[in-house]
């Protein structure tokens, strides 16, 4: 959950610069997109914040709380919407701010009441940076978010529709087989690809979609210097009139340049 805010948050910081410096933008366009990432996110709630550090709620703060973050300067340009998407737009902002806010400011009050004893000797610090596969994952999302794609998730443990019958992988195709996928039970697995964060966000959205799907999947192999049961897998989809493999092209090639 806190992952799908902090790319929220990268998202709409990028939109909104984008809409400030580009006076001929399409308006509609632009808040189409603000919409969907802001409808996205799941319920706030205060256990939203516990695994975050300090640079992570300040993000949080300055995007969603701060009167000059980029929620509030979204709200605007929201008077020349259509009235429709300026609804819209309005409930997903205020259902954003009635539940992260309050958060964010509890967290806050709970961090600055904690009593630090100044006269205890202190401790050695240690040293320590990100994790190479953390860093990797913030760096594609934001990435992927810069070229215009939102980001999506879904559960880890998934049936056998969402995993193989909507991918078209059928009941006798080798890749459903006991050897190739941890079986929880008879129809429910640990997921074997990111694949099934499609199908479960078409059920939902109708096009045009533009989405990737960041995520751990799991796969029985064998444990070597190259392999290991669990490892992470990335992708995208965009559903739209007029998309050709021009398209696909460019987005690798950008997607390549810039990492």
Not at 30 to 50: G, I, M
Not at 129 to 158: W, Y
Not at 185 to 209: A, F, G, N, W
Request: charged share 25%; with cysteine.
């Amino acid at each position: 959950m806190l992952r799908s805010y902090l790319a929220a948050a990268k998202c709409l910081e990028t939109l909104t610069e984008q809409m400030e410096s580009d006076h001929e933008a399409d308006l509609a366009a632009f808040y189409q997109k603000v919409a969907e990432t802001l409808e996205s996110l799941p319920e706030a709630t205060e256990d939203l914040l516990e695994g975050a550090d300090e640079e992570e709620r300040d993000l949080l703060t300055r995007v969603f709380a701060h009167r000059k973050g980029a929620l509030s300067r979204l709200t605007r340009f929201m008077a020349l919407l259509p009235q429709d998407l300026r609804r819209r737009v309005g409930r997903q902002i205020n259902r954003i701010r009635n539940e992260l806010v309050p958060a964010l400011k509890q967290k806050q009050k709970r961090t600055a009441a904690v009593v630090v004893d100044v006269t205890v000797p202190g401790s050695a610090p240690q040293v320590g940076n990100r994790h190479i596969v953390s860093a990797i994952i913030d760096e594609v999302c934001n990435l992927m978010c810069q070229l215009g794609f939102q980001f999506a998730e879904g559960p880890e443990v998934e049936d056998e529709w969402h995993n193989f019958v909507a991918l078209n992988i059928p009941e006798n195709h080798p890749a459903r087989d006991d050897s190739d996928n941890f079986y929880i039970t008879d129809t429910l697995l640990l997921r074997s690809q990111t694949s099934p964060v499609q199908i479960r966000y078409m059920e939902k959205h109708s096009p045009p979609i533009r989405i990737f799907a960041p995520g751990r999947v799991f796969r029985p192999d064998t444990v070597d210097a190259s392999h290991y049961y669990m490892f992470h897998q990335v992708e995208g989809l965009w559903v739209d009139e007029g998309i050709t493999f021009a398209h696909l092209k460019t987005v690798l090639y950008q997607f390549g340049k810039l990492m």
